[in-house]
């Protein structure tokens, strides 16, 4: 057998040579690294006497093998692009880093097939659990394969008919605080555009929008209620729809980053100021909201919170140690800028 050497020239010590300088089987060495067994203490001494000697290094890759694992976790994402999911995958790497997992990102481009290929691919092992995001809450197939799928962790978003641990931000709160912001602004002509009308974040951000509205108890007219997918392109028909109206609205409450972005393009092409024409509330905060001429007020989600639990959730799935699922429902907050005024007379 050719002998392993590392960069320096020396040879690279193996699981059988530690059990030969402790005077110990292959097997029960293995199973100490392992932590599967109990050993005396001057036998993990002579152990961990024998591995230091030898700069022993455990191979990773053998040890997830024995131990049925791959230590790695996958993310499912719609849109890598989008700054949101990338600020959410960023906190999720970070996460997992601490706890000694790798990551695979699975961006999918709102694709149901694909989605349904990762949750075969965690079928097969390739990875032991997974994190999933999805804009296709409404799709029967995909309930059915996270059904089946087992160590899966809903984030941001639940799926219709799924029982799976979940995380996602409070959107109904952050709906509600963004509306009630431009109704104390004095705004009595609202108009509301947010994401597809089959995911629950969707209709949680317009029922607070609502809930907001008749929570003040004025006389406040609801302008339009606009969903699409959660999309510049979307908030760019949006926005040409409700300056086409004989009375537009004074103020706007934009359901994602995306869609305020697709917004404020058709707002200067049309000579549209955002605060004294037409105030603006966003949701999300993820991309650079502060740096825009005015920086624009939003609701701001919690998203290093929600990636660290969503992988301390996964890891309790991976262990077995949640008997039952649940939803956590993390708080947001709004961020008051420049882009709410009180409206023109």
């Known amino acids: 057998m050719i002998e392993k050497k590392d960069a320096t020239g020396r040879k690279i ?14 097997a029960t060495v293995s199973r100490y690294l392992n932590h599967s067994i109990k050993l005396p203490k001057a036998t993990t001494d002579r152990i961990d006497a ?15 093998l024995s131990l049925g694992r791959s230590e790695t976790i996958g993310l499912v994402v719609p849109d890598i692009s989008n700054p949101y999911f990338a600020h959410l995958a ?8 601490e706890f000694g997992l790798g990551l695979v990102l699975c961006p999918t481009l709102s694709r149901t097939e694909r989605e349904l290929d990762y949750l075969s691919r965690l079928s097969r092992r390739y990875v032991d659990g997974l994190l999933f995001i999805t804009n296709n809450g409404d799709d029967p197939a995909l309930t059915r394969a996270l059904q089946a799928a087992g160590t899966v962790v809903l984030v941001d978003d639940d799926v219709d008919g799924t029982i799976a641990p979940t995380i996602m931000a409070d959107s109904e709160q952050g ?26 974040s969707s209709r949680n951000r317009v029922a607070g929008f609502r809930r907001a509205i008749a929570e003040s ?18 908030g760019r028909e949006a926005a040409d729809r409700l300056l086409a109206l004989d009375q ?10 995306e869609i ?17 024409d037409i105030s603006v509330v966003a949701f999300d905060d993820a991309g650079p909201l502060d740096l825009f001429d005015p920086p624009l007020t939003a609701i701001r989600q919690p998203v290093a919170a929600m990636g660290r639990l ?12 949640i008997r039952r699922p649940d939803t956590e429902i993390l708080p947001v907050e709004l961020i008051i800028r420049e882009s709410v005024k009180p409206p023109r007379i």
């Open 248 to 257: 537009p609205p004074t103020a706007v409450f934009a359901a994602s980053d």
């Open 50 to 64: 024998a591995i230091a000697a030898l700069s022993y290094q455990p191979n990773p890759h053998a040890r997830s």
């Open 13 to 26: 010590a193996t699981l059988k040579d530690v059990a030969e300088a402790c005077g110990l089987s292959i």
């Open 310 to 321: 969503a992988v301390e959730r996964v890891l309790s799935l991976i262990k077995g140690e």
């Open 217 to 234: 108890g004025l006389n406040v007219t609801i302008a339009a209620e606009l969903t699409g997918q959660y999309s510049s392109a979307h």
């Open 175 to 200: 709906g509600f605080l963004a509306t009630t912001h431009l109704i104390e602004a004095g705004h009595r002509n609202l108009a509301y555009v947010g994401g597809p009308a089959g995911l629950s």
């Open 90 to 97: 960023a906190a999720v790497e970070r996460a997992a880093s």
């Open 260 to 276: 305020v972005l697709g917004m404020l393009a058709v707002f200067k092409q049309r000579g549209v100021k955002v605060g004294p």
